[in-house]
């Protein structure tokens, strides 16, 4: 079992950018495939981007494309999101999100949770 906690979100002007973080418990956070969905208000929660455990295969919506980078640091049992070039429509609640296996966009294959961290990114 994997206990998920986001940071780093915050209000920032369009063009700008943040980074993400999530900090996983317990000793196992290196055998989990990880992922960011963002739920924007009144829509459903979407995938952002998700990493292997060994992060070496990376996914990325095309929303985010170019634009984002997620990584990791197995050492630090912490999940990374680079956003840059932020635009409005990035505003929303990012989540951090497990699974043991392959990297997938569906968020209901994943099995924690973190609590979210809000972005807000103003025109």
């Known amino acids: 079992q994997v206990q998920l906690v986001e940071s780093g979100g915050g209000l920032v002007q369009a063009g700008g950018s943040l980074r993400l973080s999530c900090a996983a418990s317990g000793r196992t956070f290196s055998s989990y495939a990880m992922a960011w969905f963002r739920r924007a208000p009144g829509k459903e929660r979407e995938f952002v981007a998700a990493i292997n455990w060994s992060a070496g295969n990376t996914v990325y919506a095309d929303s985010v494309k170019g634009r984002s980078t997620i990584s990791r640091d197995n050492a630090k049992n912490t999940l990374y999101l680079q956003m840059n070039s932020l635009k409005p429509e990035d505003t929303a609640v990012y989540f951090c999100?497990?699974?043991?296996?392959?990297?997938?966009?569906?968020?209901?294959?994943?099995?924690?949770w973190g609590q979210g961290t809000q972005v807000t990114v103003s025109s």
């Open positions: 999100a497990a699974r043991l296996g392959l990297i997938v966009r569906a968020p209901t294959s994943y099995a924690y």
